[in-house]
């Protein structure tokens, strides 16, 4: 079985109340923001392939599961990631964000601050000092981690949030485990929302201020529409997994600069702002009761 072509799976009613609690807990905690997992249900118990990115939401997981296997069939594959190439003093930022005069401004680029202008002539200027082109380096490199790693964190927390908006809204679990989905529904509307605000606080700093202005025209709300939870659900996954795909695109893109058309209209901070828009369309959807 491809574990990856179940990845809105959510228990069903045959599958063990002990389980489904265990998976609902996997993302109460929210594990499920340092482990990708894909769950796999069955009626007496599960698989979950995992792609581990932290050791100790992993662990706590693991721990979760264990006393499970005695009554039922329980299987976890973990996956971990290499390590990464380790960050010297001379590795080079992407091209993307060195080549990117407002973030070195925002960085406080000593060349510029020289008279030197910026770009990637200033690696091998002679008057420029070598502990600031270390620090501009390392701070560039700090800011595409980070971003990186948030735009990871909000598309995984949109894709959790389907099959549990799934299981709070369409399934046929007892009432009172689905109350506690759609609550942890909210919970990760929550987050996900958190982190497109901070994604696109950060990512401002990228672009022209004339083009930061000009996002204020493309953010009006769409025509109001009516929307179960669940199809609010989907809605805010394409909207994450979107504006993600541009947060990837955008530090590495693939012809290794910015796009233009990015810089003249900011489609990812639109992007962002389209998120934000879903979460919210989503807790008026959610805000209806769960039925009995």
Known sequence: ?????????????????????????????????????????????MEAWCVVEDERSYRRFEELVEPLRTAHRIALYPTRPGPGPKTTFDQEPPPSLWNNAELRAYFQDPLARLG??????????????SEAVISLRQRLLLYAEQVLDWGGSMERYAR????????????RAPAEARRQAGMICLQHA???????????????RAFPRTARRSRAAATGR????TRTPLEAAVELRR??????????????PRDHTVNLQNLKEPSLLDQLAAVRRAVSDYTRAAAQPVRR
């Open 1 to 45: 079985m491809d574990p990856h072509s179940t990845r809105a799976n959510a228990p069903g009613i045959e599958v063990p109340a002990a389980v489904r609690d265990a998976w609902l807990r996997f993302h109460e905690e929210g594990w499920c923001r340092g482990v990708d997992a894909v769950f796999v249900f069955y009626e007496d118990g």
């Open 116 to 129: 030197g202008g910026s770009g990637m002539t200033a690696r091998t200027a002679p008057e420029y000092p």
């Open 160 to 171: 959790e949030l389907e099959p549990l908006a799934s299981f709070a809204y369409a399934g």
């Open 190 to 204: 929550r987050e996900l929302d958190k982190l497109a605000q901070k994604l696109a606080d950060n990512l401002a």
């Open 222 to 225: 769409d025509a109001a529409r």
């Open 239 to 252: 909207a994450a997994e979107g504006a993600a795909g541009k947060v990837r695109r955008f530090v590495h």
